[in-house]
Structure formats: structure tokens, C-alpha cells
């Protein structure tokens, strides 16, 4: 029998507790020993359960408790889960979770204290809920050099984009809609303003490039500024608007990391990927694009997934060291760098007449798509594949217009 | 130093020697010592390659070298690789192999003797090629119970359909097309049979549900039926027609697989699939649907599975059995049970009036979807979900008119 504690009783804890308490013949055959839930931390009182006992207010008990040797943190947040999973580790417990703020802030110090300690620190559950991703990433396609990260890392702004597309739906009704069913917070800002899906980018390109990316080197754009406009204008174009984060290696060693609004097009397998489901697709020099799909969140796939992490610890009490990466640093993620692309571009004047004939001064009449509508006064076009610094340049000459432009995947 | 032998030479073969001597760096990095070839086995001559010198005729050159720690076998086919495989394990030498037919056909027996001899026995580019799917689903959704496995196993018969789907071709021209580019053999009958579905329906249900499943036991069909009139009919239903594999569990711990033409929403991720490329959808109890997508087969692709594999084994040369499942028994596949669904139809007569009249009388005129077409005297419909035998019974009414039914993801 092997000793397991679980930090947090949320909607993750609850739902690992649950796993391991309910479905105890099925762990217990495929780990070969019974893992029995000795406490559950939380501050909170849960009488009632058919395990209250287990629940304790002071992490000491666990610390001191050398029977525990796996412990689960489920509380999310850098504090005080940091020192909580360090101590864990230094005093030789492995750990496991699914805090992506935690991993994508002290990833890299934290498998350096587990390697230490000789002891597992996992956390598949931190991207994609209960998508398989950093395991098969890292082991499976080990004889790749990856080179491109990208994907929808973010159930609730994937649903409210969504709606937006096939329900014509505006943003702040598809946002009361997402709060409504469960989907979206209150405060939804970790969503919509980009910060979730920027630390689960910073934890795949750590995995995937081998060095940490943090999350202040990510360029972060959310989709409070996409329109129902906006995504009309996309269809236009066979397109939809995601929100894409991606990781992309430079030959020079360094990385770009972006989160923002992007244009997919309806070709594009990621396009298809709707509702709450999350989609990461990775390129390895050998094996071509691979994607991986599923529900990014939600309280049985993200459980699942921490369970099969302390299933995996427990079966390999030692450490097993395939998850690992080295510190960042300043200079590393080249956001600056001058990228080609095309970009999607909107633009719009009072001045209708002067606009189209200056547009077609400034980019041509050929080689590229637009559609001019006289009735809206605005012109929507994707320009030819050039270095952002050129389109820029040339968009500078309509300062005096309402311009506006989204990144794209064509 | 650990050294390997490569059984095969062949397409995924030159591969696996390939990436083993031109990214040993980055091997080495990983694996934390080098790899080296140090046979490999083909019959052919294989003059005035950089690696020339490795190649032998005779198999018990590997086998009596003691220090060959890792073998991939990448001949393909049951014979000799059967006793080849079996004589490695047992002289206590882990092997790594694409050769689905093998697995699917020697699986169960293989494992046991690899875990006898505590040794390992991977197989991961044996489905799906390079993307990462059996790992994960043992380890990652090892929390799960894995109730369904579908999926578009075989590229070359998702190559031909999407160009009878995209381009408006005909089932023969789109496999002189796939055969012109490589995708389909000369002898194209496994792929375009199903053949070489039913073998990877065959693994992954072992896999997923503990128990072996022969290629006898699964009712297979292939696309050699489908015509360029059943696409068209199908996207006025807004589907499209895939090869589809499938394998589910049922409530009496029995299971039914299946390789067979089915119509897929254009709504559902898996008709997004195109081209060469292969996606495997599994449900968990837990997780919902995860998907897993990639390139199907191909040398760097499939390759890359091997030597991964080969990696996996190096780092670990001791048996960690989390590959394992039962032999199979003659009553466990239960493809005569009566399951629930829905067909899609076509009915064809000279005696058009007629037919329409028989249709609404013995299926009726409401709750199901329908188009009569008076020019090609045809109705098409896609029944309501009922018993396959329940539906079968009012199709037998039709006995002398045209009938065709292909069956539905709906």
C-alpha cells in the first residue's frame, strides 16, 4: 500500500479524491499495490463525505508524515503551493499537479529539487486538462527535434470565439453565456485577457525547446478586443478567429512565444477543434505536425489526469527524470525579431474613395485577396507573406484611418 | 555504449539507421549514452552507403552477440519476424517493431515472453506511425476506463476519399492518383480491403480494453464499395464518408470492432482529417474524448516511433510491463449483437411513384431526414436510431429495389 495526500479540495481535489476513493479496483490493479488516501489539506471544513476523516488544517502533518510518498497539490496559485511542493520534495515525497501558474512560474527549480531529492515532480494536468500531452511529447517523440508549438490552450475564450462564429453571438453575450454555464469565472480576465493560455505556452516550450520561458516574456494579447465584425469579416475569407498561443524555435537557438487572437483558416485541422476542447498541435523535424485533442478543463478530465500522474509516481517511487529543463534567461525569447507572415488587416474611412485608390497605391491590385465594401466604407484584406516590418510600414500611410489588424496561420 | 541491431532495411528500416547515425547528438543527449548500430540485417546488398559496413545476412550474427542489447524489427510481415522477435526476447534482448501485422496477429505471446525474460517489447510506430498514441493511452489515461476507440487508421484510404470528397474524383482515379504519389502499393487490396485497419483496431482494443482482439474477429470492410455518388449524397447530409476502425467495450465486459465505411458529421473533429493523415479518437470515463492526430505512416514519420522506442528501451533495459493485455478467447468479440444506430440509405427503382409510397408507408414521413430525387428515381435518408435489426426488417421490404447502406457516426 503507498500513502497519498492531496493539498486542496476544489473542484480538482475533490475530483482526485473521488478517483482514487471510488475507483480504488481499478488503481490498485494497474499500480499493482492499493494507494490509500491518507488526509486531504484544506482550510475548509467537509463534513459529510464518506472521507471527512481524512481531512487536516496543518500541512506539517503531512510534511512530518514520512508514510506519504506522493503527494498531489490541487490548490492552485504560486502561494503558498511553492513552499508547500518544495518541502514535499526536499523531505523525499514525490509530487504531483496540475497548478499551471506554479510550473510555468518555479518549473524549472522544482524538477531540480525533485532530481535532487531523487524523488518525481509531475504535472500533465497543468496543459490540457486531461489531454495527454507533456508525457507523449516528451518521451514519444523523443528522436525529434521539435520546432513549432501551437494550439488552443484555453477551453473558455475557445467557447466564447465559438459562439461568436456559429451563433452570431457578440462577445459580452457569449461571455454571459460561458459565466452562465459554468465555463467562465466571474471575474474572467485569466481567460479572456490571455494569462491562462500564456503559462501552459511557457510550460510546452520549456518541455519541448528544453529551457524555461516565463511568463512576462510572452507576448499576451486576449480576444476583449475581437468583434463580432471581426470574425464576420474572418468567414469572409474561409477563415475563423482562435485564439492561438504558439512557441516557435529560431535557428539561432532562441524562441518566440505569443499568445493573441489569430486567423485560422477552415482548412486547418485546428479550426475544427470547438467548444470547450483544446487542441496543441507540435512539430518535430521527423514526424511532421502531430496534434493532440480533448477537454481542456473540467473537473473529471483534469483529475484524471493528476491521477494517472500519482499512478506513474507511485509505480516508480524514484525518479524518473524524463520531464526536465533548464533555467531561462533575459535574452532567450526574441519576441522583437522581425517575423514573416501575413496579416489580416481591416481598414476603414469616411473618405471611401480616397481610401480605395490609396490602398491599391500603397499595396497593389494583385497577389493577395481583399474585399472592398462601399456601403461600410471599409476595405478587409490579408496581405501577401512579407516581414512584419514592411506590412507595418505600409499601413503607417493610414494613420488617419481606422485600421486595424490580426495576426494570422495562413 | 549500448548497441543496437536493425532487422530490415526497407522503407522505415533505412530510416531508423538514418536517424540513429545522423542524430546521434542529439540521441546521445537524451539517452545519456550513445547508441550504436552495430548490425544491420537484410538480405539485399547495400553498397556505397556511409553505414555500409554494418550490414549482415545472417540473424544469428544478432542473436549469439551478447552485447546487442536493443532490437528493432522493422521487416514487416508474420514470418520470419515472428521467430525472429521470439528468439531475441528469450536470449534477453529488448526489441522495439513497426510491424503491426506481427503485433496484431502475436501480441499477447510476445509480451509474455518479453516479460518473462524482463526485457521490453514496444510497438509504438505500429499504429499510427509517428503519432503518439499507444504510451499515451496506457499512461496517461491510466486513471480511465477506456470505453470506445475510433478512428482513421489507414492514410491511403483517407487520401482516396477526400479526393472523391474535395476534387469530385472517382474511386479509380483517385487510386491511380494515390498510387502515382507513393500513398498506395501496386497491390493496394490491404489498404483499400482494410486489412491493415483491422490490424490497428486490433492493437489498440487489446490495449485499451486488456485483452487480445485477432484480425478474424473483426468484422472488416473496406472502400472499394464507395462510389462518387455515395460521397455526393452523403454532403447533402452535411457528412462525409471515412474509413472508420472502431472498437467498443460493452456492458458484459464483451467487445465489438469494426473497419467499415461510415458517415462522419462535417461537424465532428474526425471529418476534418484529410489526406494522408490518421487520428484516433478515445473515450474515457473520466476524460471525455481525447483525439490523437498525425501522419499515419511514412519513413521519417514511422521511423521516428522506432527509434524513440529504441530510446525508451536504452533508458530502460529492464521490462516496465506497462504494455501488457490478456490473450484473447473465441466469444470476447460480440459483432452479431443487435446495436442501436443510424444507417444512411440510398433506394433506387424504375418504379419511382411506387417507391416513394413503399418509402412513406414502411419508414414514414417525419422525425428522420430525406431527399427524393424523381431524375435518378432515388430516395436517400438517414433512418432514426433504432436496432440494426429493427431497420433491417423495413429495408427487406425493398427487396427489389437498389439498396445500398453504409453506416453512421451520427
Not at 228 to 234: F, G, I, K, R, Y
Not at 289 to 313: L, N, P, W
Not at 315 to 338: C, F, M, P, Q, T
Request: proline share 2%; hydrophobic share 40%; aromatic share 8%.
Amino acid at each position: 500500500m503507498i500513502n497519498v495526500a492531496i493539498m486542496g479540495h476544489g473542484v480538482v481535489g475533490s475530483g482526485v479524491a473521488e478517483i482514487l476513493i471510488n475507483h480504488s479496483d481499478r488503481i490498485t490493479e494497474k499500480v499493482k499495490t492499493p494507494l490509500n488516501v491518507k488526509y486531504i489539506l484544506d482550510l475548509r471544513d467537509f463534513d459529510g463525505l464518506s472521507y471527512s476523516d481524512k481531512f487536516i488544517k496543518d500541512f506539517n502533518i503531512i510534511l512530518n508524515d514520512s508514510e506519504v510518498k506522493v503527494v498531489a497539490e490541487v490548490m492552485g496559485g504560486v502561494n503558498p503551493a511553492y513552499d508547500f511542493v518544495k518541502s514535499c520534495l526536499k523531505a523525499g515525497k514525490s509530487v504531483v499537479t496540475s497548478n499551471k501558474e506554479l510550473v510555468a512560474a518555479k518549473g524549472a527549480e522544482l524538477i531540480k529539487i525533485a532530481e535532487e531529492n531523487n524523488v518525481n515532480f509531475l504535472f500533465e494536468a497543468s496543459v490540457g486538462g486531461g489531454i495527454p500531452i507533456l508525457r507523449p511529447m516528451v518521451q514519444c517523440l523523443a528522436a525529434n527535434e521539435i520546432t513549432e508549438i501551437s494550439g488552443i490552450l484555453n477551453g473558455t475564450t475557445n467557447y466564447i470565439l465559438n459562439k461568436m462564429i456559429v451563433d452570431n453571438m457578440d462577445f459580452d453575450s457569449a461571455l454571459k453565456l460561458a459565466q452562465d454555464k459554468g465555463y467562465a469565472e466571474k471575474n474572467p480576465a485569466a481567460d479572456i485577457e490571455g494569462h491562462d493560455a500564456c503559462r501552459k505556452v511557457c510550460i510546452l516550450a520549456a518541455l519541448g525547446f528544453g529551457k524555461h520561458v516565463y511568463p512576462e516574456q510572452v507576448k499576451t494579447e486576449g480576444i476583449t478586443d475581437i468583434t463580432l465584425d471581426d470574425v464576420e469579416a474572418a468567414d469572409t475569407f474561409g477563415c475563423v478567429i482562435k485564439l492561438i498561443g504558439q512557441a516557435k524555435k529560431l535557428a539561432d537557438g532562441r524562441v518566440t512565444a505569443h499568445v493573441r487572437p489569430t486567423l485560422v483558416s477552415r482548412d486547418h485541422i485546428l479550426s475544427g477543434v470547438n467548444g470547450v476542447f483544446n487542441a496543441i498541435l507540435v512539430n518535430g523535424d521527423q514526424t511532421g505536425d502531430v496534434m493532440f485533442y480533448g477537454k481542456g478543463a473540467g473537473k473529471e478530465a483534469t483529475a484524471s489526469a493528476v491521477v494517472a500522474d500519482i499512478m506513474d509516481c507511485a509505480k516508480h517511487l524514484e525518479a524518473r527524470k524524463y520531464l526536465s529543463w533548464e533555467d531561462g534567461s533575459d535574452n532567450y525569447v526574441a519576441n522583437d525579431i522581425d517575423e514573416k507572415g501575413k496579416l489580416f488587416v481591416r481598414l476603414k474611412s469616411d473618405n471611401y474613395d480616397e481610401l480605395v485608390t490609396r490602398f491599391h497605391s500603397v499595396f497593389g491590385t494583385e497577389g493577395f485577396h481583399y474585399v472592398k465594401n462601399q456601403f461600410t466604407k471599409e476595405i478587409t484584406f490579408i496581405t501577401e507573406e512579407d516581414f512584419e516590418s514592411n506590412i507595418n510600414k505600409k499601413l503607417a500611410e493610414f494613420k488617419d484611418c481606422q485600421v486595424k489588424t490580426i495576426h494570422t496561420m495562413l
